[in-house]
């Protein structure tokens, strides 16, 4: 279940950006990303080719603010830090392409038409879980 969602169109450009944001611990980290993503996007995605970089700077970014911010976030029930943090899949659909980007574990699903008009589910995001292989090969190389 999500806990926070944005849509914009963007002016001029004929584009469009769709993001969804599941929280765990909390919503704090969800709101934030959320507050965060869209103009960080929009500051970096100048050109379409700058797109993936965009998104994936966007997501560093965030994740580095975070630690400042939590503070403002509702604590623990034992008056700790918020440990919130969230998922992110984000949509950018360019007049003639289409990019998608995701942290965590939030799946993205693209709906697509069979040949009889029957639309079909097809997964478009690989979920960053610690028990998938090459999810778990980066974690040990992070440390």
Excluded at 32 to 42: D, G, I, N
Aim: proline fraction near 4%; charge should be positive.
């Amino acid at each position: 279940m999500e806990d926070d969602l944005a849509v914009k169109k963007r002016e001029g450009g004929g584009s469009f950006m769709a993001a969804v944001f599941d929280g765990h611990g909390g919503r704090g980290a969800a709101q934030y990303a959320k507050s965060r993503l869209f103009p960080l996007l929009e500051t970096s995605c100048s050109h379409e080719e700058s797109v993936k970089e965009a998104m994936r700077s966007s997501f560093l970014k965030i994740h580095s603010e975070m630690s400042s911010v939590r503070e403002s976030w509702t604590s623990t029930r034992e008056g700790y830090l918020s440990t919130s943090g969230t998922t992110a899949t984000v949509v950018v659909l360019q007049p003639t392409k289409l990019y998608i980007g995701n942290v965590g574990d939030s799946a993205g699903i693209l709906a697509v038409r069979g040949p009889f008009g029957k639309l079909f589910p097809k997964p478009i995001t690989a979920n960053h879980r610690p028990n998938n292989y090459k999810e778990c090969q980066n974690i040990e190389q992070l440390g």
